[in-house]
C-alpha cells in the first residue's frame, strides 16, 4: 500500500505539479485504487472532493465562487471508464485533467 501510494503522490506532485493546499477531485469507484491515491494526495497535503456527495454539494466545490483551480483525476489513471456526466461541463480553471 504505502508503494502504491508513494507512486501515485510522486505522479501527482512530478507530472502534474500539484503542490500542498491544491484541490483535486477523484472519480474513482470504491476500490484499492481509490485507497493509494487518497493516501497519495494526503501524503502531499492535497485536498480532496469526494465524489460520492450529493449531486449538488459536489458541483458547489467544483463550480462555486470560491472553488480553487481543480484537478479533475479521472479513472483513466486506473483504466476504468468515467461514469460521471454530471461534471461533464467543466469550468476553465481546471488546471488538468489526466
Not at 14 to 31: A, I, M, S, T, Y
Not at 68 to 78: R, S
Request: with cysteine; hydrophobic share 40%; aromatic share 10%.
Amino acid at each position: 500500500m504505502a508503494e502504491k501510494s508513494n507512486q501515485v503522490a510522486r505522479v501527482m506532485q512530478e507530472h502534474l505539479g500539484l503542490k500542498r493546499g491544491d484541490v483535486v477531485c477523484v472519480f474513482l469507484p470504491n476500490c484499492a485504487e481509490y485507497v493509494y491515491t487518497w493516501l497519495g494526495l494526503a501524503k502531499l497535503a492535497i485536498n480532496e472532493i469526494n465524489d460520492q456527495l450529493p449531486k449538488e454539494l459536489k458541483q458547489f466545490q467544483l463550480y462555486g465562487e470560491s472553488a480553487p483551480g481543480v484537478t479533475d483525476l479521472l479513472a483513466e489513471m486506473y483504466k476504468q471508464p468515467p461514469e460521471y456526466p454530471d461534471v461533464a461541463d467543466k469550468p476553465q480553471y481546471l488546471k488538468n485533467i489526466a
